[in-house]
């Protein structure tokens, strides 16, 4: 599918479908020949009410999708992204070939159209890479933004969106895989065809490599099943050289049985997507080649799979981490964070001097803060308050938690430097926030959870049930914002 931005009259357009916004207690020009429907009540421009009109007299379009907007004032950019991906899903799969956005008035702005692009590759988006018959078979080939005037802030805008949105769609398409197709080695390679793709250097560590690093926490981990370990590492160097080096650190368990303590099977399946935080980061690092922040940017990303294989970890069991503390496995089901403090550890040794991560760690994030917003902790209030400016522009909800040491203190141990889970299941995860702190130390450092929301398990109007590539978008306008 072909995304354009184009200034054009809408009425004018030769398209099949164009979409025009209404919001509450508005009249659209466009549609004065049905003062009827507006009188009768059947458009009052209410959110997400689709009207479908087809010969509407003085517009060229074969159909107009009336979409509604409403109340104006609540008309942000957000809105407008999922706006423009509902009307997608609304009318794909209707025989359209070609579509047309038309934003204009107070939504041409740039905010407005870099939502628009990132709604619209969002909502074109479907998780049916393993059917024999595709809802893209029958596709729309093109989606065009209409505005009044386009100004090279817009154009500029269009682009990020569109790049954010893409982007969005290889971490779904990654993430979407199951985990008999999707294996650490498998992912490695997709994530090696579009570093290099884009002209970023790739380096995957495999086993040998890190059992000579010792990086015994992510490997411990891996031994309990047949499918070998890696570290995905993916940099980027801007033009003119940065002072600071942001490290991008992305869980990617391919599949999280449990291990040894192994999770009830009701509900399993869903553990394939225990590499989205992974998936995220690899798909940022596309835009990022793209976009060309001024700011070194690596992304790391430790894939194992979590399995109770007769050489699996033992509850009980002692490794020792790439820096040099130990660990006790109390349970083998806590891996993720046992996989990232071995990639926290390589990304300091690498020299990035600022860090952020994404992991689905804790079903108690999702206690907290159920699906709608992802839970951000850090050692460092001003660094956080700058990637929660970024989560704004994202439009990805974020929510600050807490981390002091009254959550690390539960991890004291008698047997080892550390325990990987705390004594108590309550706040969990806080404590497994305060796991991952004990590695990073001072590195200014934001931790993302977001076990909640990297995926959903029922459609939305402007998304496919499945993976939603958070936090990527956040992640980029971090880089780009710095
Ligand atoms: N990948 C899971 C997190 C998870 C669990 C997400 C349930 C969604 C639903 C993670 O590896 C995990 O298993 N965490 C455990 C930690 C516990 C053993 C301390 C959890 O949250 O139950
Ligand atoms: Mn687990
Ligand atoms: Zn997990």
């Known amino acids: 599918m072909e995304l354009k931005l184009v200034s054009a009259n809408p009425a004018l357009l030769e398209t099949d479908a164009v979409v025009l916004i209404e919001t509450e207690g508005g009249r659209r020009p466009e549609l004065a020949a049905y003062g009827h429907l507006y009188e009768s009540g059947e458009i009052s421009g209410k959110l997400l009410e689709f009207t479908l009109l087809h010969s509407v007299p003085g517009i060229s379009a074969h159909r107009v999708l009336l979409v509604g907007g409403g109340k104006a004032e609540k008309l942000d950019p957000a809105a407008v992204q999922r706006l423009a991906g509902a009307a997608v899903r609304h009318i794909k799969g209707k025989g359209v070939r070609s579509i047309a956005i038309s934003l204009d008035g107070s939504l041409g702005g740039a905010a407005f159209v870099e939502a628009a692009a990132r709604g619209i590759l969002g909502g074109i988006w479907e998780p049916d890479v393993h059917k024999t018959t595709r809802a893209s078979d029958k596709a729309v080939e093109s989606i065009s933004i209409v505005v009044p005037d386009v100004t090279a802030e817009i154009s500029s805008a269009f682009e990020k969106g569109k790049v954010i949105g893409e982007a969005i769609n290889v971490s779904?398409?990654?993430?979407?895989?199951?985990?008999?197709?999707?294996?650490?080695?498998?992912?490695?390679?997709?994530?090696?065809?579009?570093?290099?793709?884009?002209?970023?250097?790739?380096?995957?560590?495999?086993?040998?490599?890190?059992?000579?690093?010792?990086?015994?926490?992510?490997?411990?981990?891996?031994?309990?099943?047949?499918?070998?370990?890696?570290?995905?590492?993916?940099?980027?160097?801007?033009?003119?050289?940065?002072?600071?080096?942001?490290?991008?650190?992305?869980?990617?368990?391919?599949?999280?049985?449990?291990?040894?303590?192994?999770?009830?099977?009701?509900?399993?399946?869903?553990?394939?997507?225990?590499?989205?935080?992974?998936?995220?980061?690899?798909?940022?690092?596309?835009?990022?080649?793209?976009?060309?922040?001024?700011?070194?940017?690596?992304?790391?990303?430790?894939?194992?799979?979590?399995?109770?294989?007769?050489?699996?970890?033992?509850?009980?069991?002692?490794?020792?981490?790439?820096?040099?503390k130990t660990i006790e496995v109390l349970n083998t089901d806590a891996e993720g964070r046992l996989i990232l403090v071995d990639a926290i550890e390589y990304a300091k040794q690498l020299g990035c001097t600022h860090l952020v991560d994404a992991a689905t760690l804790t079903g108690a994030i999702v206690v907290a803060l159920g699906f709608v917003s992802s839970g951000v902790f850090t050692n460092n209030d001003g660094f956080q308050s700058k990637f929660l400016a970024a989560s704004k522009v994202s439009n990805e909800k974020m929510w600050p938690m807490p981390l002091d040491d009254d959550y690390s203190e539960q991890l004291k141990c008698v047997y080892a430097d550390i325990q990987n889970i705390a004594g108590s299941r309550w706040g969990g995860a806080c404590t497994a926030a305060a796991f991952l702190k004990e590695f990073v130390g001072d590195t200014p450092w934001v931790h993302v959870d977001c076990a909640g929301t990297a995926w959903i398990d029922d459609a939305k109007p402007h998304l496919a049930k499945g993976p939603v590539g958070i936090p990527l978008a956040t992640f980029v306008n971090l880089a780009l914002n710095w």
Do not use: W
Request: aromatic share 4%.
């Open 172 to 324: 779904r398409d990654i993430a979407v895989e199951p985990p008999n197709l999707l294996t650490p080695l498998v992912l490695a390679d997709r994530a090696r065809a579009i570093a290099e793709a884009e002209g970023l250097s790739v380096e995957i560590l495999d086993r040998d490599r890190m059992t000579q690093l010792g990086m015994g926490a992510l490997l411990g981990v891996a031994q309990g099943s047949d499918q070998p370990p890696v570290m995905i590492v993916i940099r980027y160097t801007p033009e003119v050289p940065s002072q600071d080096h942001l490290g991008l650190v992305g869980k990617a368990v391919t599949f999280d049985t449990g291990g040894i303590s192994i999770k009830p099977s009701e509900g399993m399946e869903k553990m394939k997507y225990d590499m989205c935080g992974g998936a995220a980061v690899i798909g940022a690092m596309q835009a990022i080649a793209r976009l060309q922040p001024p700011v070194a940017v690596t992304a790391f990303v430790p894939s194992v799979e979590n399995m109770p294989g007769s050489n699996a970890q033992r509850p009980s069991d002692i490794v020792k981490s790439y820096s040099g």
